[in-house]
């Protein structure tokens, strides 16, 4: 009986092994393909004109720059939303609030994480431009600026739950001894909870910005898919296209193995690349904490 | 000497309180706004029909009963997928990995698997599913696709809700002649259940709103009849909210609102469920 029992246990642990690597190996096939896909697009246009500022596939002309630009300026722009409201909401949940409201808020905010961003996008076609377009007096509401006020709201969720945990776990003493030695509650917040806070904060805001620059469906439905280049402070007012969306949009329409094909796939391969280094730089401070897989979770 | 007086600081506690509550209330009033117009839009459209009948003339009338099957199977297929595999690798992590550099690499590569773009995934599906394992754009091809995706969901909650089982179960079990696996498998396994099921949903519930990773790997833009087998294509309620929304002019704004507001109670359901379940066997919970 010892006998089978034995053997049994080692081929369930050989198994649950094999499982459990099962992410790294994941994570290495995905840039194989990326790289299998993406790669030739260098040598099929040169890089001279890959770096381009037109992009214009009919006519093969591949400049990525208009798409990273896009991206950029939707991303900051979704910061300027997301820092302020993010850290401000976090702040106010954690130091303001009577806890019961705490309890209903947190949920309340975390809920809109889990809201498809697609009907982000889709109010943000029927709702947000339309009024910003009335508002401000533009041509179109489709612009970089509706973009970044959805994506800011996308990474909200993500923004505020991991900065109120990273408030909430300050230890409750420096509070107090803070406020012993006289400081009024602001000062309190402002000079030491928020400092002492401060990794976990910081890692908040990476999260919330690395969800940002992949988010595809909102981005693309809002933003107006003109792949200008957006290096001036008034682009913000344009349609601009970012990296993803222009993935999601030609590549449905593209012939397998054409160099239209290959270079959208060397846009992924870039999209990759940079959310593995916000990833990694953001994984280095939650590894020093202990709520490691609520931070992958919000 | 310059000397502030108190009521300095208390102005500013009072100006710095009010700009924090401020910017709380701008993000927190949205956010119910946004339910609450969605809910107010799209109840007059619901209907039985809406929910049971097939669209016609151009998907301007009718209901949305493929959308709404096709994200159901999109949802089981992924759920196939990746609770088997996700599950085994928390165990693998909670109980069996020894703090080296290879589980750190596994946990770097999860967090990672967690931040990739969405539609990255769509890229990879449509490489390895689609084309070289030559699935074509199925709904086989989107569910492996969208289990990957959720699978650093599934494994971190999992794993979580297993280290939360008490050391001391595990002494117990292994001091009364328990194997490894036999003390895994009728100890803490059902002591982690429910928190184990609660990351599952949370992880197919973001799998059922994802529109990027399904665009090249298994959408249909629109089917006559249902999905007969795991190799056809499929309609599904997030892809169908952009087509509807961007693709098809002179869409009756009321079905827009309407399928939207499905796909809300679709994703929400499935929170609902979770946070349910959560509360219920916190209840309940022996330790």
């Known amino acids: ?246 993935i999601a949009a030609e590549m449905g329409e593209v012939a397998k193995g054409s160099t239209h094909y290959h270079v959208l796939f060397l846009i992924g391969l870039v999209l990759f690349i940079i959310s593995l280094g916000v990833n990694i730089i953001a994984s280095s401070v939650i590894f020093k904490s202990k709520k490691r897989a609520e931070r992958v979770l919000s | 000497m310059k000397r502030r007086f108190p009521v300095d600081r208390f102005l500013i506690q009072r100006l710095g309180v009010s700009v924090i509550t401020l910017t709380a209330l701008l993000t927190i009033v949205p956010i119910i706004g946004v339910f609450s117009y969605i809910i107010a839009k799209g109840a007059p459209a619901l209907s039985w029909e809406f929910l049971t009948a097939m669209p016609n003339s151009g998907m301007r009338a009718g209901g949305i009963l493929p959308a709404i099957v096709g994200t159901f199977y999109l949802t089981l297929g992924t759920a196939v997928f990746s609770v088997p595999l996700g599950i085994a690798a928390a165990i693998y992590l909670a109980e069996y990995a ?10 770097i590569a999860i967090i990672n698997l967690a931040g990739i773009p969405s539609v990255v995934y769509g890229l990879f599906g449509l490489g390895l599913f689609v084309l070289f394992l030559k699935f074509g754009t199925s709904i086989l091809s989107a569910s492996l696709t969208l289990s990957i995706m959720t699978l650093p969901v599934i494994i971190s909650a999992a794993e979580e809700a297993l280290r939360a089982v008490p050391q001391s179960f595990r002494t117990v079990s292994i001091s009364l002649g328990g194997t490894r696996w036999q003390t895994i ?47 056809d294509a499929t309609m599904a309620l997030p892809y169908h909210l952009f087509v509807i929304s961007t693709q098809v002019p002179g869409m009756p704004i009321q079905i827009q609102y309407g399928t939207a507001l499905v796909l809300i109670i679709f994703v929400l359901g499935m929170n609902l469920v979770a946070t349910v379940i959560r509360s219920r066997a916190r209840a309940k919970r022996q330790w």
């Open chain 1, 1 to 246: 009986m010892n006998k089978t029992l034995n053997r049994r246990e080692t081929i369930i642990s050989a198994i649950i092994k094999t499982c459990g690597y099962s992410a790294v190996l994941f994570v290495i096939l995905i840039f194989f393909f990326l790289l299998r896909e993406g790669l030739p697009a260098l040598f099929e246009v040169k890089l001279g004109a890959l770096l381009a500022t037109r992009w214009y596939p009919i006519e093969n002309h591949f400049g990525i720059l208009p798409l990273i630009t896009g991206s950029l300026i939707v991303t900051m722009g979704a910061m300027l939303v997301a820092i302020p409201f993010g850290i401000g909401t976090a702040v106010f949940l954690s130091e303001i609030a009577p806890r019961w409201m705490r309890e209903i808020l947190k949920p309340l905010v975390e809920l809109l994480g889990g809201l498809p961003s697609v009907v982000l996008g889709f109010l943000g076609i029927l709702v947000l431009s339309p009024f910003l377009r009335v508002f401000l007096d533009l041509p179109t509401g489709l612009t970089a600026l509706a973009g970044a006020l959805l994506l800011g709201g996308i990474s909200i969720p993500t923004t505020v739950s991991i900065a109120e945990d990273a408030l909430d776990s300050v230890p409750q003493g420096y509070r107090e001894g803070a406020l012993a030695l006289g400081a009024t509650r602001w000062q309190t917040i402002w000079r030491v909870t928020l400092p002492a806070a401060c990794s976990g904060v910081l890692t908040a805001l990476m999260l919330g910005i690395g969800r940002t620059i992949g988010e595809t469906m909102a981005v693309m439905m809002v933003t107006g898919n003109a792949p200008v280049l957006a290096i001036k402070l008034a682009s913000i007012f344009h349609p601009v296209r970012t990296m993803t969306a222009t």
């Open chain 2, 185 to 231: 498998r009728k100890i803490v396994l059902p002591q982690a259940l429910p928190g184990i099921i609660t990351g599952v949903i949370l992880g197919l519930e973001r799998a059922a709103g994802e529109t990027a990773p399904i665009l090249f790997t298994g959408a249909a833009f629109f089917l006559p009849h249902l999905p007969g087998s795991i190799l």
């Open chain 2, 98 to 107: 020894k703090e080296n550099w290879l589980t750190r690499l596994i946990r």
